[in-house]
């Protein structure tokens, strides 16, 4: 546990829940006794036996290895590939069957031969008289055949060759051969060296002869089983010892020597015997231990065995019990993989691990099964604190037939890690010898489980497996298979390659709920490789968490400036608060829409469609809802209107807050924190986001109707965006008249009532008209989706595609609506056919001023482009203001600073601009006062206290030249009205004066709105009523 601190931090830093205090591994003493309990339980089911599997082996580990562990490291290598002749015992041409091989050292413990029963094999005669037997199909792999063209005829042969007999390949079975190598012939020469038949030979490769070592093939083993050449139990020849070296009864010169260096010595064997017909290399791909990095051997080793395929019909029945994500890896992938399920090797030759507990005689005839600690202890008569090896493996248990007899020994070998991963269910709760009640009750089977797509034939099968032999059910309700996180180039992650980013850098420069979102909106969560690029955690960062941030931002900066002016606290649950205004009721619609399609994907483990809901949501909420309704926050219709924005933002952040805290916890946490100081009693009850409930759905605020209206108001607002683009006519630039076409009546009646004032503001349109008739202002028609209907209608294709572009347009309208109809016979829908409008103008009308366009959900926007001088004014108006604007931000105002605006032409600006300027300034006095809230002066009437923030200069579209000038507010006194007031002393209205210009305006502001206008001012025990706009205005 050498790293486990370190494992612990990361774990933490990536918000994950784990339970460190009170986790489990496998290397607990409880643990590994329900493992024991496990494989007794199968035992007394008859679902175990003893027997040989073949395996991949590494030689120097001395050990098997898993298929999966075998697929860690393949590597291309150059083998021998050699052609050795088997002579057919009493074959009247004196054939000789041919088979190839790369892996020559596999030959002395060969027992047959297979070939495919379906194949044609012939006896091919070669100029050297000759006679060999293998498939026609692979007649090119012999020397002297290789020269002729590749795809000539098999009949074309070379000069000298003949072929003297063609035969299926299971006439072939059951002859006998002679052996290359006698070293097993005196004890399997009654079963072996014969031809056997299997659909598993192939003619892409080799000679389609096979050579059959059973010892060292899964499939020779299993062919060598079925033909009776060897019997489970019996004899199986293999000289091979754990180092991967021959032993007896291989003599020298092969005796001692690794496998692979004898393929050397064993060739020029077959060569001097005359039986070596071709002997070439072959480059191909092989597996290597991870561990050691040297060639894997595959080898028969004795193991115990779980009898799959006596269960796989309920392991069939079991898995359409479970629920996958995705479920293609369910229904094919695994489904494929149980079908071909054979019996479970479980057993391995290691030193650690849970060790088996089966006790043997020496002659093998007594065994028992220990399935807990007690009962060995009560067979031993020790007391057992470990079950590791060290521990057990020198107890001895008395033999039943009586003290003459050896006692009983434990098998050496330890069970395999998977069967181990496989019980874990159990183990992890010592069951059954602790928790069985709360086990079978409470948590059995698990609600889900998590791993990658590997696992498909680890994990995922070892607990299907156990489950179902122990208790008839699946270890587990759902499962979400993930797929690979790769290296930005597709290969695999590697420490020595160094190919892909430091986690800890990327956790520590973009936070973890970035990575986190990052991974969840990836093809991973879908059982698909990602290919890692940090841009995409980079790109979560800027399109999810700083759009919602600044959603967050702008709330607290209104919600404190609401609260400075009206020296009110804000209070979001205030019962006169609830939404009036439809954007209010919209956001509070769209955050229960998303509540509940959240809580159903999640319901249903579908993460990786919660991320992109999410961003649009976001967009919603920032490019909507906050940008929409950005006046209104800042107080356009009053101080309870506003409060009534600002409470429906807070409850939109609060909702998505809760609603996000198990896919963002640290950020929804931080968040949560501060919007928590509005709740009742500032949240004491639920002090973490992660101790609150999910979000739930109300649908008392649920309201299709505005969600869809504001969705198409969207569409509206995107088309008519791209028909100004497309023209050339910027936003600042207003525009007379926009018509909006669609058949929803109800949609058209929000859009010229509640939503009007939205569309013309982001549009700059004077004048919104709509209307449900598309054929005032186009003609449909409809075109034919020839990629979709080709493959169905074949032939009858052209005349559907003319019957379609001739359909009449009350059919074409028939067809919008319903999305369906019938064409000479044929159903179509609207994957079938695309509708397209063709736009025409009302006579008199010039067609430059005027364009069109079909947005979304069958929107369409027609807008007049003509322009004139009083649209010109609105557009310079429009420029000014943002100039206004960014002056403010390059001054580092805030949105709650007040200032003052004046504007200065420039010295050389020709009259015509001067007063072009003055009539703008007049004719939009109403639009500037409402956006600057407040009238831009000539520099002229700036008082010569006022204290300058910035100025600068800018051209405007109408190429006046001026330079803007923000001042903090101040006051102008009227001197002549002042000394007036104060009964005509110069000595007091200075003095006054000098009182007044020495306070902060905001408090002679906030007096005057309290006074009704008076200020009452005191100097030296004289008091002196003025009034705003006489004796001083407030500029």
């Not at 939503?755 to 186009?778: C, G, H, T, W, Y």
């Not at 504007?903 to 601009?913: A, G, H, Q, V």
Request: glycine share 6%; hydrophobic share 40%.
């Amino acid at each position: 546990m050498r790293y486990s601190k370190e494992w612990e931090q990361t774990v933490l830093r990536t918000g994950r829940w784990i339970d460190f205090e009170n986790d489990y591994k496998t290397l607990d003493r409880n643990f590994m006794e329900s493992v024991w309990w496990v494989f007794k339980t199968l035992w007394e089911k008859n679902l175990v036996y003893k027997g040989f599997k073949v395996m991949p082996y590494s030689t120097a580990c001395n050990t098997p290895l898993s298929n999966f562990e075998a697929g860690l490291d393949y590597r291309d290598v150059s083998d021998p590939a050699v052609i050795v002749s088997f002579p057919i015992v009493g074959c009247d041409l004196r054939a000789s069957l041919v088979a190839w091989t790369t892996t020559p050292w596999t030959l002395p413990s060969n027992l047959a031969l297979c070939v495919n029963p379906t194949f044609t094999y012939v006896y091919a005669r070669e100029p050297g008289g000759n006679v060999f037997v293998l498939a026609e199909a692979r007649l090119s792999t012999l020397p002297g055949m290789r020269k002729r063209d590749k795809g000539s005829n098999p009949e074309n042969l070379p000069e000298g060759w003949e072929i003297l007999r063609k035969v299926l390949g299971s006439q072939l079975k059951d002859l006998r051969y002679e052996p290359i190598f006698p070293f097993f012939e005196a004890d399997m020469k009654v079963t072996a060296y014969k031809v056997c038949c299997d659909g598993y030979v192939t003619d892409d490769s080799g000679t389609g002869v096979v050579h059959q070592a059973p010892a060292y093939g899964e499939d020779d083993f299993r062919v060598c089983l079925a033909n009776g050449v060897v019997v489970k139990g019996g004899i199986l020849p293999d000289p091979v010892d754990a180092n991967g070296c021959f032993c007896h009864p291989v003599p020298d010169p092969y005796l001692g020597k690794h496998v692979k260096e004898a393929d050397k010595d064993l060739i020029a064997a077959i060569k001097n015997m005359g039986r070596l017909v071709d002997n070439s290399r072959i480059v191909h791909s092989y597996p290597y231990c991870w561990r050691s990095h040297t060639p894997l051997i595959y080898k028969a080793v004795a193991s115990y065995f779980v009898k799959v395929e006596d269960i796989k019909t309920r392991l069939l029945e079991n898995n359409k019990k479970t629920r996958w994500v995705p479920p293609h890896v369910q229904e094919k992938r695994f489904h494929n993989w149980l079908e071909n399920a054979h019996d479970w090797a479980i057993s391995r030759n290691r030193y650690w691990g849970t060790p088996i507990p089966v006790w043997c005689s020496e002659d093998g005839e007594e065994i028992r099964v220990f399935g807990s600690i007690a009962e060995l202890e009560s067979a031993t008569g020790e007391v057992i604190d470990d079950i590791h090896r060290h521990f057990i493996d020198h107890l001895e248990v008395p033999s039943s037939r009586g003290p003459n007899v050896p006692p009983l020994k434990r098998v050496e070998d330890v069970f395999d890690c998977w069967f181990e991963s496989g019980a874990m269910p159990y183990a992890q709760q010592h069951y059954p010898f602790e928790n069985k009640d709360y086990f079978e009750r409470k948590i059995f089977p698990a609600n889900f489980v998590a791993e990658g797509l590997d696992q498909t034939r680890g994990w995922f099968y070892t607990l299907m497996v156990l489950s179902t032999a122990l208790f008839d059910r699946p270890a587990f309700q759902n499962l979400v298979c993930n797929g690979l996180v790769l290296a930005s180039d597709g290969k695999k992650m590697s420490k020595s390659l160094k190919n892909y980013p430091d986690p800890n850098e990327i956790l520590n420069k973009y936070g973890a709920d970035a990575l986190r979102l990052y991974l969840i909106n990836s093809p991973v969560v879908r059982a698909e490789p990602l290919r890692f690029k940090e841009e995409g955690v980079f790109a979560v960062l800027k399109d999810v968490f700083l759009p919602w941030y600044n959603a967050y931002r702008f709330l607290v900066q209104n919600v404190r400036r609401i609260e400075s002016e009206t020296h009110m606290p804000f209070n979001p649950f205030a019962s006169d608060q609830n939404g009036i205004n439809v954007l209010d009721r919209w956001i509070a619609s769209a955050t229960t829409s998303l509540v509940t399609f959240v809580k159903n994907e999640m319901d249903n483990y579908r993460l990786y469609t919660v991320v992109p809901h999410l961003v649009t949501f976001i967009g919603q909420l920032t490019n909507i809802f906050v940008r929409y309704n950005r006046s209104r926050i800042k107080g356009k219709n009053g101080v309870d209107d506003t409060r009534r924005a600002l409470t429906a933002l807070y409850n939109v952040l609060l909702t998505l807050c809760k609603m996000m805290a198990p896919f963002t916890p640290f950020f929804a946490e931080k968040m949560y924190q501060n919007l928590r100081r509005c709740l009742p009693e500032e949240g004491k009850s639920e002090p973490s986001v992660h101790f609150c409930s999910f979000p739930e759905a109300s649908a008392a605020v649920l309201d299709h109707r505005v969600e869809k209206s504001v969705a198409r108001m969207q569409a509206v607002i995107e088309t008519g965006r791209q028909i100004r683009e497309r023209n050339n006519k910027p936003l600042k630039t207003p525009l007379k008249r926009m018509t909006v076409v669609h058949a929803d009546e109800h949609f058209l009646a929000d859009l010229q009532g509640e939503l009007r004032d939205f569309v013309i503001e982001e549009l700059n349109i004077q004048q919104l008209d709509v209307s449900q008739d598309p054929m005032k202002f186009a003609t449909i028609k409809a075109e034919p989706n020839f990629s979709v209907l080709g493959k169905r209608l074949g032939k009858a294709m052209g005349k559907i595609a003319k019957a379609v572009k001739q359909m009449p347009q009350d059919d074409l309208r028939s067809f919008q609506k319903t999305g369906a109809c019938v064409i000479d016979g044929y159903p179509l829908s609207r994957d079938d056919i695309t509708i397209k409008f063709e736009f025409f103008t009302s006579v008199g009308v010039d067609n430059k001023n005027i364009d069109a366009a079909l947005g979304e959900d069958d929107v369409m926007v027609i807008i007049d482009l003509a322009t004139d001088q009083q649209l010109l004014d609105c557009g310079a108006a429009r420029e000014l203001v943002n100039r206004i604007q960014k002056l403010r931000k390059a001054g580092g105002l805030q949105a709650s600073d007040e200032v003052r605006v004046f504007f200065e032409p420039k010295m050389l600006t020709d009259r015509k601009s001067i007063d072009a300027l003055h009539r703008l300034i007049k004719a939009e006095e109403e639009y500037l006062k409402s956006m600057l809230g407040q009238e831009p002066r000539h520099i002229s009437s700036k008082p010569s206290h006022a204290v300058t923030i910035v100025s600068d200069s800018c051209t405007l579209s109408t190429g006046t030249e001026i330079t803007l000038t923000l001042t903090r507010p101040c006051i102008s006194i009227n001197k002549d009205a002042l000394q007036s007031s104060c009964d005509d002393s110069e000595e007091l209205a200075a003095a006054v004066s000098a009182v007044m210009l020495s306070r902060e305006y905001i408090s002679i502001a906030c007096e005057c709105h309290e006074g009704d206008g008076i200020l009452r001012i005191s100097v030296d025990d004289r008091e002196v009523n003025l009034k705003a706009g006489k004796e001083f205005i407030l500029a």
